[in-house]
């Protein structure tokens, strides 16, 4: 499964952005997905997930209310839409996905075996 995420820019603080994670597989629809980032001398922390057996979301605290992670899987692709932008979210964005993963495991990047390339998110001051 090859992920291909986009989306990604320069946006003021307060902005919006809506990052797009499209795969080829007709599969892709039974995969749990989840977005990740790595900040600026940060490691690869974990963002958002849609565990592919409930269907339900799961977010890191500091984007909870403020971040929304959904799918549409008739065109193969997870979305992240996330609104009132900080500073503090600049990074580089990757999407994951997982045909295995379970619930316990779901923050963390070695449950998932497929990434997106990145795509940079800056937000400004």
């Known amino acids: 499964v090859q992920l291909q995420a986009s989306g990604g820019g320069l946006v003021q603080a307060g902005g919006s952005l809506r990052l797009s994670c499209a795969a080829p597989a007709s599969t892709f629809g039974s995969y749990t997905v989840a977005w990740f980032r790595e900040g600026p001398g940060k490691e690869r922390e974990f963002v958002a997930a849609l565990f592919r057996s409930t269907g339900r979301t799961y977010y890191r605290d500091s984007v909870k209310g403020r971040f929304t992670i959904s799918r549409d899987n008739a065109k193969n692709t997870v979305f992240l839409q996330m609104n009132s932008l900080t500073p503090e979210d600049t990074a580089v964005y990757y999407c994951?996905?997982?045909?295995?993963?379970?619930?316990?495991?779901?923050?963390?990047?070695?449950?998932?075996?497929?990434w997106g390339q990145g795509t940079q998110v800056t937000v400004s001051s």
């Open positions: 994951a996905a997982s045909g295995r993963a379970i619930l316990s495991s779901i923050r963390s990047p070695s449950a998932y075996g497929y």
